[in-house]
């Protein structure tokens, strides 16, 4: 099953291609609409709804299925018998765009504690990492619901601290449009500058909402870029983001099939790797604005 992640917000549905498995032909899918994610989920990785789609080699004529999921964090597509690398997928922009990026903004910018509540919700995984179900299975479940948790954690700190710095700091935000690629490289004619500079802040509020940000090689670039700040070692974190990965979009198994074992060390691992990195990146941050 290959699979590849895009941006759910602001669009209503997506184009999905990728090569034929047979034939090694470009397959093309019709628009498939974007579900609405499950709001009432307390968790990002339990508010993902599915929409199925199809797609037809037109050369060899082979079925595929195709799958779109949407969360309130992230969407991502699947398709069956298809390697990840060739997935590419088209959004469909949505009439009510600048309704969702807005929304998103608002409520990261109007978060004047999330340090706190990093550290509050990384509490409280410890918390029921310490809980004894007495059922193996369901123990099971619950270690690898605290393992994604703590990436979670990790993105939203990450988002969230980036979209302050940048849109709080005319400084920083400078810094980003100068050196974030998707817009260092936009050409546009003189005569449409006063324009761009009109529209210049929605456009960085659009990126900065679009990025993924367990990416972490880029999401290090853009610190790195616009605040001046160095990431630690990403390598033990980018580990812990693949197992997530397989846990949430391969039914709990590998891509050798082999199915993943959390144990309570491991998950408290992570946990101490997440809370490292970011008192890392915080005491940086809290030091360059000094």
């Not at 199925?52 to 949407?70: I, M, P």
């Amino acid at each position: 099953m290959g699979y590849t992640e895009f941006s759910p917000f602001g669009n209503k549905a997506v184009i999905v291609k990728f090569d034929c498995d047979e034939c090694e032909n470009r397959v093309k899918s019709d628009e498939i609409g974007i579900p609405s994610p499950n709001y009432a989920a307390e968790k990002a990785s339990d508010s993902h709804n599915e929409n199925e789609g199809y797609a037809v080699c037109e050369k060899c004529d082979k079925n595929f299925d195709v799958y779109v999921y949407a969360g309130y964090a992230d969407g991502y597509v699947e398709v069956n018998d298809v390697d990840d690398d060739s997935i590419h997928v088209q959004e469909i922009d949505d009439d009510l765009e600048e309704y969702y990026y807005e929304e998103q903004i608002e409520a990261i910018l109007s978060s004047a504690y999330y340090d706190f509540y990093f550290i509050e919700e990384i509490g409280k995984l410890k918390e029921l990492n310490d809980i004894d179900l007495e059922k193996e299975e369901l123990q099971e479940t619950l270690r690898r619901q605290i393992f994604s948790g703590a990436i979670t954690c990790l993105e939203d700190y990450l988002s969230t601290t980036l979209i302050q710095q940048v849109l709080n700091d005319k400084e920083n935000f400078k810094k980003f449009v100068k050196t974030f690629r998707d817009i260092k490289n936009r050409k546009f004619n003189l005569s449409e500058i006063y324009d761009k500079l009109d529209s210049i802040r929605d456009i960085v509020k659009k990126e900065l909402v679009d990025v993924i940000y367990h990416d972490l090689p880029k999401v290090k670039g853009m610190y790195h870029d616009t605040l001046g700040v160095d990431f630690p070692d990403i390598g033990d974190l980018m580990s812990a983001i693949k197992t997530r990965h397989d846990m949430v979009h391969r039914n709990g198994k590998n891509k050798e099939g082999e199915k993943i074992e959390i144990t309570k060390e491991l998950v408290v691992y992570v946990i101490e790797k997440v809370e490292l990195f970011v008192k890392d990146i915080d005491e940086k941050i809290t030091k360059a604005q000094q």
